[in-house]
């Protein structure tokens, strides 16, 4: 079945530990997303991937990083920069192209204890 | 400041109750609205794209409407099932020339047997 898989589910972390969350792809897109969900909010864009070995910073990159060396893989790390970093964080791809619409993985809930 | 606004911010009908959700919007060189539906602690699913004012789409009791500064989400005899957050985005050029897509908080809605 094609589809985006993130992984872990959940996720604890100390404070001042750095925590990468999983994205894989099967659909052969070329953009991936990463995003911020928190209660009472819309989405919000992390960092994004148009093609492999290029990314850019969505509104809120401050505290995190990625890298895209696989067209199928877009990890996001959480690092100890990130002041408020319990939050839900969705992963999501597309193909690119006029008003094609974004897929959405199942999200990793983060919990920073 | 773009913005997509939903509402109402929650919504409860009694089954077989038909109402509208609504997504105002006032971002410019629209290149799509999207509508999601998503459960709790999971990812959002894509229901419809509209690319142009008077475009409509239909899935079951689901319809989506587009005018120049607005969308409808008309669910029409709900069910328990349909109980669920809907999320509307919208895909837009920016100034700088990139695209961007900006989410609302969305619409909780329930419906009761």
């Known amino acids: 079945d094609g589809g985006i898989t993130q992984s872990p589910k959940y996720l604890f972390r100390k404070e001042g530990q750095n925590v990468t969350l999983s994205c894989e792809q099967n659909?052969?897109?070329?953009?991936m997303y990463w995003y911020r969900q928190d209660p009472g909010q819309g989405l919000r864009l992390i960092y994004y991937s148009q093609i492999v070995n290029d990314f850019q910073k969505g509104d809120i990159a401050e505290g995190y990083s990625v890298s895209r060396e696989k067209k199928e893989s877009f990890p996001l790390t959480v690092t100890s920069a990130q002041k408020n970093p319990t939050a839900f964080y969705l992963c999501?791809?597309?193909?690119?192209?006029?008003?094609?619409?974004?897929?959405f993985g199942p999200g990793t809930r983060l919990t920073v204890l | 400041e773009d913005q997509v606004t939903q509402s109402p911010e929650a919504l409860r009908l009694q089954e077989g109750e038909s109402s509208s959700l609504n997504c105002s919007y006032t971002?410019?060189?629209?290149?799509?609205l999207f509508w999601y539906r998503q459960d709790p602690g999971k990812g959002p699913e894509f229901l419809f794209t509209l690319y142009s004012a008077g475009e409509e789409k239909e899935k079951e009791r689901l319809k989506a409407t587009l005018t120049k500064k607005e969308s409808f989400l008309h669910i029409t005899a709900p069910k328990p099932e349909d109980s669920a957050t809907y999320l509307c985005?919208?895909?837009?050029?920016?100034?700088?020339?990139?695209?961007?897509?900006?989410f609302g908080k969305g619409t909780k809605l329930t419906v009761n047997p």
């Open positions: 659909l052969n897109h070329d953009a």
């Open positions: 999501a791809s597309r193909l690119s192209g006029w008003g094609n619409e974004q897929f």
């Open positions: 985005a919208v895909r837009h050029r920016t100034q700088g020339g990139s695209e961007k897509l900006v």
């Open positions: 971002v410019s060189g629209l290149r799509g």
